[in-house]
C-alpha cells in the first residue's frame, strides 16, 4: 500500500492536451521595425542562473505529476538516482505502464514549501492531490482518495545540480 500511495503523492503540472485541428494554423503578424535601439540578447558568454532548491522541487512535483499520466520515467529517474521512495515510485509507474495500464491524474497543487533544514537541504513540501485513478492490466482499476498531504524532501548535490535524496510522508 506504501507504493501505491506514493504513486498517488508522487511529486505538478496537469497533462496538457494539444487539439487536433483541419484548420491551418494563424501566420503570426510581426511588428513594423522602430528605430528604437533593440534589447540585449544574452551572449554565449553569460552563464544561467543556478536552480535554487525551491525551483528545484517544483520541477520535480512536476516531472513526477508527468510520470504519472504518461509512463515516461527517464527525467525522474535522473533527478532520484539514490532516492530509495522516489525509485520504489518509479518501479511502480513502470510496473503499471509496462503491464499496458495507465493513470488518471490531474497533477498536483503545491501549497507550501518550508525550508527546515540547512545541511543537507531538507523541506517540508505541503501539496493537494486530485483523486487518482490506477488502470491495471485485466481491467482492475483502483482508485485512491485526493487531499492535502506533507511530505519531507531532502536535496543533496550530483556533477553541481540538484538531486533529491529522500522523501517521506508526515
Same mark, same amino acid.
Not at 535554487?52 to 509512463?71: L, N, Y
Not at 550530483?158 to 529522500?166: L, S
Given at each position: ?108 497543487? /503545491?501549497?507550501?514549501?518550508?525550508? /527546515? ?29 485526493? %487531499? ?6 531532502t536535496l %543533496? ?6 538531486v533529491v ?6
Amino acid at each position: 500500500m506504501h507504493v501505491r500511495r506514493a504513486l498517488a503523492l508522487a511529486v505538478v503540472v496537469p497533462l496538457l492536451l494539444a487539439g487536433c485541428t483541419d484548420e491551418p494554423e494563424p501566420t503570426p503578424q510581426m511588428p513594423d521595425p522602430t528605430s528604437s535601439s533593440p534589447s540585449p540578447t544574452p551572449t554565449e558568454s553569460e552563464t544561467p542562473e543556478a536552480e535554487s532548491a525551491e525551483d528545484f522541487i517544483r520541477r520535480w512535483v512536476e516531472v513526477g505529476d508527468e510520470m504519472q499520466v504518461t509512463g515516461e520515467t527517464d527525467e525522474y529517474d535522473r533527478m532520484t538516482p539514490e532516492c530509495e521512495p522516489c525509485q520504489s515510485f518509479v518501479a511502480n509507474v513502470e510496473e503499471v505502464y509496462s503491464a499496458g495500464g495507465s493513470a488518471e491524474f490531474a497533477g498536483s497543487k /503545491i501549497v507550501q514549501i518550508r525550508r /527546515i533544514g540547512d545541511a543537507p537541504p531538507t523541506f517540508n513540501l505541503t501539496k493537494d492531490l486530485p483523486e487518482t485513478t490506477i488502470h491495471r492490466a485485466g481491467g482492475k482499476t483502483e482508485t485512491l482518495p485526493g %487531499g492535502r498531504t506533507t511530505i519531507r524532501v531532502t536535496l %543533496g548535490k550530483a556533477k553541481d545540480r540538484w538531486v533529491v535524496t529522500h522523501f517521506g510522508i508526515l
